[in-house]
């Protein structure tokens, strides 16, 4: 049984670090956000909320899932 707290360094801007990175990977397969967004199963409107709100707008783990299989990167791409 653990009997301290230990000590973590969390990023507050990991959703926005996320968005940045499904854009440029996005770019970088040369797919359009609407294109992005058929393939993945969501509405365009929340493809490019995703993108562009500079993670104000965050997306489930099944959705970034399917974001990275699509662009045919590894999940954890989007969090460096």
């Given at each position: 049984?653990?009997t301290f707290?230990?000590e973590?360094?969390?990023k507050?801007?990991?959703?926005?670090?996320?968005?940045?990175n499904?854009?440029?990977y996005?770019l970088?397969?040369k797919?359009t956000?609407?294109?992005?967004?058929?393939?993945v199963g969501?509405s365009?409107d929340?493809?490019?909320?995703?993108?562009?709100t500079?993670?104000?707008?965050g997306?489930?783990?099944?959705t970034l899932?399917?974001?990275?299989?699509?662009?045919?990167?590894?999940i954890?791409?989007?969090?460096?």
């Amino acid at each position: 049984m653990a009997t301290f707290k230990r000590e973590f360094e969390f990023k507050n801007d990991i959703r926005k670090r996320i968005s940045e990175n499904i854009r440029k990977y996005r770019l970088e397969n040369k797919i359009t956000q609407e294109q992005l967004a058929l393939d993945v199963g969501i509405s365009y409107d929340f493809m490019r909320r995703i993108e562009f709100t500079k993670g104000a707008v965050g997306c489930s783990i099944d959705t970034l899932y399917k974001i990275s299989v699509v662009l045919n990167t590894r999940i954890d791409k989007f969090f460096l």
